[in-house]
């Protein structure tokens, strides 16, 4: 049984900084590839990052330059540190083994203007 937990979610201000962490059990992170997905309210969810066992790494054009993904395979988790952030980026975050239906419970990121 594959979980993954999210956290780090929380209010900042606009400018401010985050770092979402997601832990996970019954799968190796670092064998997989795995991403960052968001969903505002009414819209669909997104693909914000993608990080895959070799380390490459892909983002969406609204998050490049300000969003890093990156991975501790000793702590299998994944992290996305996010810079710069507006109130656009708020939104519920969420990890997920790509190419599966395992996902995270979700955690808000709200960014005030």
């Known amino acids: 049984q594959v979980q993954l937990v999210e956290s780090g979610g929380g209010l900042v201000q606009a400018g401010g900084s985050l770092r979402l962490s997601c832990a996970a059990s019954?799968?190796?992170?670092?064998?997989?590839?795995m991403g960052w997905y968001r969903q505002a309210p009414g819209k669909q969810r997104e693909l914000v990052a993608v990080?895959?066992?070799?380390?490459?790494?892909n983002y969406a054009d609204s998050v490049k330059g300000r969003f890093t993904i990156s991975r501790d395979n000793a702590k299998n988790t994944i992290y996305l540190r996010m810079n710069s952030l507006t109130p656009e980026d708020t939104a519920v975050y969420y990890c997920?083994?790509?190419?599966?239906?395992?996902w995270g419970q979700g955690t808000q990121v709200t960014v005030s203007s």
């Open positions: 997920n083994l790509h190419g599966t239906a395992y």
């Open positions: 990080i895959t066992s070799g380390g490459s790494t």
């Open positions: 019954g799968a190796i992170l670092g064998f997989n590839t």
